[in-house]
């Protein structure tokens, strides 16, 4: 056994966010016309002017956020996630501070607020995604990221760019987002640049933001809220990106609060073409791995420019659920273990119940150290099927500390199967 670790206390409340355990996170604007990528302006280049043709044809006739709400749910998501603006500088919400709105496209109206009302009614909890960065605004610096950093011209015309201005504009429009919009749950902050080389764009970032004041007003304004760790200040949460961390997260040599965003497909944006896709059996195992390492999962959907989730992604979030209908109890509340697990296993628990999701099926028989005599019932999660157990010592050492599980040659036709262990 090892002790579980103990994260860092947040200054939001994190009590739901550890219990949920699983979020959805939804990057949607007007890239999804071009559907390649959420970072299309700045990988092709495209200036202001060539991107606007996306802004004048964006017309999400289909957006229902209660049918994504309800897919989401299905799944066993429990709180989700939108981009509000992404680095490109679209809000879509009804800024007083900025023209460039879904209100001002053929949408014609707030997406934020109709998204905020449908998960709400649904049960989730309400997240926001703001980028600190944005390549729309006109006192937002040509730097190392910006669409048009090699156009020498432009970049000359536009030297005398004032950061502070633009500070300013991002402090107002989080103070929009906070205000007017009810209790949010999470304010997710994107993109820090301390964090990677950008070249030239190194060493931006915090005081660029004033993250301190902007960390102070978000704080006022919505005290239980939970701040992820991008803003270049110390954060609630921290968010590896799609990574499975080895262990649970820690920073500064302390376990943190922690969820890992992934994707369905490499792409946070909708992008046609990318055939990437994770199977479900890999996301679901994606999300125990989270949860036994004390973390979890934002996993992302990239609506289309008609306001859909995109048929892959839908029947992806499908077979999700249909694992989760049978296995949230050792998703939800759970946490890492003391325990270890054995090869090809994870370890979740919640409390007096344990439960050991099965990547690999073995032959018959799975040895849990350390767990003789301390189990009194196991059963299969899925239909609650008793699993026979003895106890046997280890490796021919003397004493019962082992625990032999007998399983089905037969593997139960479930994305993972789970053995729930009630300890004594
Ligand atoms: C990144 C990207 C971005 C995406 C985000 C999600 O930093 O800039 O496009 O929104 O991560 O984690």
Redesign the pocket.
């Known amino acids: 056994m090892s002790a579980v670790p103990v994260p860092a206390s947040t200054t939001g409340d994190s009590s739901w966010f550890v219990q949920d355990r699983f979020g959805l ?1 939804i ?1 949607w604007g007007i890239y999804a016309l071009p559907a390649r ?3 299309v302006k700045n990988r092709e280049r495209i200036s202001d002017e060539q991107y606007q043709r996306y802004f004048s044809h964006f017309d999400p006739d289909l957006y229902d956020p209660r049918a994504w709400a309800r897919i989401a749910k299905a799944a066993g998501m429990r709180y989700a996630v939108l ?1 509000t603006k ?2 490109d500088g679209f809000c879509l919400w009804d800024s007083a501070l900025t023209d460039y709105k879904a209100t001002n496209t053929l949408a014609g109206r707030d997406l934020v607020r109709e998204y905020v009302e449908a998960f709400r009614a649904e049960g989730f909890r309400i997240g926001f ?1 703001h ?1 600190l960065i944005d390549w729309h605004h006109p006192e937002f610096p040509v730097d190392g990221l910006h669409p048009q950093r090699d156009d020498v011209e432009f970049r000359a015309k536009n030297a005398h760019r004032d950061i502070t201005k633009y500070a300013t504009y991002l402090h107002g429009q989080v103070r929009e987002l906070l205000s007017n919009y009810g209790k949010v749950d999470v304010l ?1 902050l ?3 640049y301390s964090q990677r080389d950008w070249g030239w764009s190194k060493g931006k970032g915090k005081d660029d933001w004033q993250s301190e004041k902007l960390v102070a007003m978000i704080r006022e304004l919505q005290p239980h809220i939970l701040i992820n760790n ?1 803003s270049e200040t110390d954060g609630d949460f921290y ?1 590896p ?2 990574v499975q961390p080895q262990g649970w997260v820690t920073h500064e040599g302390r376990p943190v609060v922690w969820e890992a ?1 992934q994707t369905l497909n490499g792409s ?2 909708y992008d046609r073409d990318n055939l990437d896709w994770k199977s479900p059996d890999l996301l679901v195992r994606m999300l125990i791995d989270a949860v036994s390492k004390g973390g979890n999962m934002l996993l ?1 959907v990239g609506p289309t420019a008609r306001g859909e989730f995109d048929a892959r992604a839908v029947t992806t979030l499908a077979a999700i659920g249909e694992w989760m209908r049978l296995h949230s109890r050792a998703i939800y509340g759970c946490t890492q273990s003391a325990y270890s697990a054995p090869q090809d296993c994870r370890l979740t628990q919640r409390g007096m119940r344990l439960y050991l999701h099965v990547f690999s099926w073995p032959f018959r028989h799975l040895h849990l150290n350390g767990l003789g005599g301390k189990v009194s019932y196991a059963q299969l999660l899925n239909d609650a099927s008793e699993i026979k157990m003895t106890e046997v010592s280890e490796n021919g050492t003397s004493g019962n500390s082992t625990l032999r599980l007998e399983l089905p040659i037969q593997r139960p036709g479930v994305l993972v199967p789970v053995v729930e262990l009630f300890l004594k």
């Open positions: 996170f990057h990528h959420e970072w981009t992404h680095h995604y980028s997710w994107d993109f820090s991008r968010t990106e799609q965003c946070w944006g992302n």
